[in-house]
């Protein structure tokens, strides 16, 4: 019995020293920014922009994060099955970034510039963006400032009869 409990012993050791041993890995990179290959393009305002299309949790959480910057006209919209009020925030983003609430019949209700966040600020210290509509159905995000320099404020109206 006790050459047993020896055994279990050494084994419990060793399972020990290898758990304990995986602390020191060297944390995941983030991931890589991926287009999405769902893009469309809308008028706004006079400007004709092209769009990623979110529809997916998956989307919605990755959203514009990692990415060193947009192409100048393109931005993403968010797409919910739903309206509801909406919070935003900015985990991994590297440039400041407009965002639209949109209502089902496509007005836009408001427009906040969401301020690029230190890369170590711990995800729930992020500023949060919540809507002040309850009825957001739509986000669109473009790069930081886009909206005031292509006059396009709340209450413009984009066609969004396709989704």
């Not at 399972?15 to 469309?40: F, K, M, R, W």
């Not at 949109?102 to 210290?125: A, Q, V």
């Amino acid at each position: 019995m006790k050459r047993f409990l020896k055994g279990y012993y050494v084994i419990l050791f060793f399972l020990i020293l290898c758990v304990s041993g995986c602390d020191n890995q060297e944390p995941e990179p983030e991931p890589e920014p991926e287009q999405n290959d769902n893009t469309v393009s809308l008028v706004l305002g006079t400007q004709t922009v092209h769009v990623e299309v979110a529809d997916s949790q998956e989307e919605w959480q990755l959203g514009l994060s990692y990415r060193d910057t947009l192409e100048e006209n393109h931005g993403m919209l968010f797409v919910f099955p739903e309206e509801k009020r909406r919070t935003f925030w900015m985990r991994g983003c590297n440039f400041d970034i407009d965002l639209a609430y949109i209502e089902s019949d496509g007005t836009i209700s408001e427009i906040i510039t969401m301020k690029k966040e230190p890369p170590d600020t711990p995800p729930f210290s992020l500023t949060e963006y919540t809507s002040q509509s309850t009825t957001i159905r739509y986000a669109l995000e473009m790069i930081g400032g886009w909206f005031e320099e292509n006059n396009v404020s709340a209450e413009t109206k984009l066609d969004l009869s396709q989704f």
